[in-house]
């Protein structure tokens, strides 16, 4: 079974500062996909960003980036200049990719309320 | 752009009764979803759909929950007899395939009394 941990229940950063969300998975598929979803308080979820696990390079979307170590599990979300707008909860999320028509559900962490101060 | 989109917005119920909140998924997707999200908790999968059944389901799904593709665009998620418990956001979601991110519904806040 797949597992997401968000260790930071919240965080607070200064706008136009960068902020990382930590993210650490675990599964023993070695085709899988990583996600980050950001939900603002009106409850919709946004789709970020997307990392493969057979991604060579860093995936990258404008101001946000995602930090994955393979090997130690981890695909942290990089928030470049934060703005006020950047308020919200951010959720990480795994899929596996080779399941053999079914088991592409997204298993979601416990999120991270991060807070962008004036 | 096109976007999933969910009836209603918001649905209060009586505990015991039946309610069905409706989604319609952005047109040339084959993948449906439905994810629930308890106030203040991670959000949990429930059931995903494919070629008009079901291809996964949690242990949250048990016998009160129902899906269903009565045509073409709507995907439906029925509770038969609701309990307090069931209250929460229900998101529904689709993608074009498995590679593909999954587009999120804004939800339907359901609240039992």
């Known amino acids: 079974a797949q597992k997401i941990t968000q260790t930071q229940p919240g965080m607070f950063v200064q706008e136009k500062e960068a902020v990382t969300l930590d993210c650490t998975y675990d599964t023993s598929d070695p085709s899988y996909g990583l996600f980050w979803y950001k939900q603002p308080s009106s409850g919709e979820m946004i789709f970020l960003i997307y990392q493969g696990s057979y991604d060579q390079q860093n995936a990258t979307e404008g101001r946000y980036s995602l930090n994955f170590q393979k090997a130690r599990k981890s695909a942290n979300l990089v928030i470049s200049a934060s703005q006020l707008g950047d308020s919200a909860m951010y959720f990480c999320?795994?899929?596996?990719?080779?399941?053999?028509?079914?088991?592409?559900?997204?298993?979601f962490g416990k999120g991270t309320l991060l807070t962008v101060n004036p | 752009e096109p976007e999933v989109t969910q009836t209603p917005s918001h649905q209060v119920t009586q505990m015991g009764q039946e309610v069905i909140l409706r989604c319609v998924p952005i047109s040339n997707h084959l993948y449906f979803y439905w994810y629930r999200q308890i106030l203040g908790q991670k959000v949990e999968f429930l059931v995903s759909?494919?070629?008009?059944?079901?291809?996964?389901k949690s242990e949250i799904f048990d016998d009160q929950f129902s899906v269903e593709r009565p045509d073409g665009s709507n995907f439906t998620l029925k509770i038969r007899s609701t309990k307090l418990e069931d209250s929460a956001m229900y998101f529904c979601a689709s993608n074009r395939g498995t590679y593909n991110e999954q587009f999120f519904g804004p939800g339907t806040r359901l609240t039992v009394l």
């Open positions: 759909f494919y070629n008009n059944e079901i291809s996964e």
């Open positions: 999320a795994m899929r596996l990719l080779n399941s053999g028509g079914s088991n592409y559900k997204l298993t």
